[in-house]
T-cell receptor, first 111, second 116 residues
Framework: DQQVKQNSPSLSVQEGRISILNCDYTNSMFDYFLWYKKYPAEGPTFLISISSIKDKNEDGRFTVFLNKSAKHLSLHIVPSQPGDSAVYFCAARDGAQKLVFGQGTRLTINP | DTGVSQDPRHKITKRGQNVTFRCDPISEHNRLYWYRQTLGQGPEFLTYFQNEAQLEKSRLLSDRFSAERPKGSFSTLEIQRTEQGDSAMYLC??????????????FGPGTRLTVT
């Protein structure tokens, strides 16, 4: 059972525009959500997180939105830059502290 | 460099052999996690430690897998009698957990295992 889903395997965005990555989850017990970025041959790098009691968190060009009623979160990157090209993973923390990851979305920023 | 380090970065082994991986977490972090990632998937949880205590193991962690964190610092993950299905990227992460305050998990570069 896939508790965290990223339904778009890939996304292509023009440099300077907004990138929106989406994630859906099924477990209402998740208390914390995170986004990670991964380059080839490297481990995931933490980007931004949000507690389940909030609906928005912003850090520079990155904003994460959480809609608990829809069990949906999204990551907005504005403006998108070529260095943002990577695989992005959505993750959710369960009460036992481990992270449950989605399958990832490959973001490509076109110049 | 004060990040999470893993050794080796790559390991090729023949089916049936034993392999051991090492993870050195960020020094002040009290929690250490192991994940496994296969192609096209996100990382999957295997096990985690709080200091030297192993607190949870996934059902993915068969009897052939064992993990230790003997002094609450570095950790090892051993796979006995490797199978081709064990081929994956093995990721280690660490975090600082204090009471109920959650902190982000920081990942190492991973060990890529290929079983031939």
């Amino acid at each position: 059972d896939q508790q965290v889903k990223q339904n778009s395997p890939s996304l292509s965005v023009q440099e300077g525009r907004i990138s929106i990555l989406n994630c859906d989850y099924t477990n209402s017990m998740f208390d914390y959500f995170l986004w990670y970025k991964k380059y080839p041959a490297e481990g995931p790098t933490f980007l931004i997180s949000i507690s389940s009691i909030k609906d928005k968190n912003e850090d520079g060009r990155f904003t994460v939105f959480l809609n608990k009623s829809a069990k949906h979160l999204s990551l907005h990157i504005v403006p998108s830059q070529p260095g943002d090209s990577a695989v992005y993973f959505c993750a959710a923390r369960d009460g036992a502290q481990k992270l449950v990851f989605g399958q990832g979305t490959r973001l490509t920023i076109n110049p | 460099d004060t990040g999470v380090s893993q050794d080796p970065r790559h390991k090729i082994t023949k089916r049936g052999q034993n392999v051991t991986f090492r993870c050195d977490p960020i020094s002040e972090h009290n929690r250490l996690y192991w994940y496994r990632q296969t192609l096209g998937q996100g990382p999957e949880f295997l096990t985690y430690f709080q200091n030297e205590a192993q607190l949870e193991k996934s059902r993915l962690l068969s009897d052939r897998f064992s993990a230790e964190r003997p002094k609450g610092s570095f950790s090892t993950l051993e796979i006995q009698r490797t199978e081709q299905g064990d081929s994956a990227m093995y990721l280690c992460a660490s975090s600082l957990e204090y009471g109920q305050v959650p902190y982000e998990q920081y990942f190492g570069p991973g060990t890529r295992l290929t079983v031939t």
